[in-house]
């Protein structure tokens, strides 16, 4: 990797310095309000390009991170519904269990209503406020 690096920036010191030697006329540069020194041509390019490519580094880097902020907040989105299904589910399993009737309800058939005994003997349902029985049907 370090050797890659070494290469590249030897390729690009060549073509610097041969920017600066076959472009060897001075020129003077307008800044709009103002004017710069007669420089030459060839580190004029020089400069040009370097500030396009910090430029374009900084602004590449900058909106990197906004879509990395764009992908973050879509995954958490979608973590958060996906948990949000989870609690509906959660709540849902919930309820079904403290509706559902109990051990002694479902075995011997009793109501849920406090006060309320079943018959034995024609399975109607008879109401009496003073005892609950419970009674096994055989």
């Known amino acids: 990797m370090r ?6 920036l030897f390729l690009s010191f060549a073509y610097a310095l041969g920017l600066v030697l076959v472009n060897n006329t001075d020129i003077g540069v307008n800044l709009l309000f103002s004017q710069a020194p007669a420089m030459n041509l ?13 430029i374009g580094l900084l602004l590449s880097l900058l909106l990197f991170r906004v879509f ?7 995954r958490l989105q979608k973590n958060n ?3 949000q299904e989870q609690l509906n ?6 309820d079904r ?18 006060g309320v005994v079943a018959d034995d ?11 609950i029985n419970k009674t096994k049907r055989f």
Do not use: R
């Not at 060839?42 to 910090?54: A, Q, S």
């Not at 990395?68 to 879509?74: A, G, T, V």
């Not at 269990?97 to 406090?114: E, K, L, M, S, W």
């Open 81 to 83: 519904a996906h948990l």
């Open 68 to 74: 990395q902020n764009k992908w973050e907040i879509s």
């Open 42 to 54: 060839g580190l004029l390019l020089i400069l040009c390009m370097t500030l396009g490519i910090i």
């Open 97 to 114: 269990q403290a509706n559902a009737p109990t051990a002694d309800q479902a075995v011997y058939g009793t109501p849920a209503v406090p």
């Open 121 to 131: 003997i024609d399975n109607t349902i008879a109401a009496d406020a003073s005892v």
């Open 3 to 8: 050797f890659i690096l070494f290469v590249l």
């Open 89 to 94: 589910q959660a709540n849902i399993a919930i």
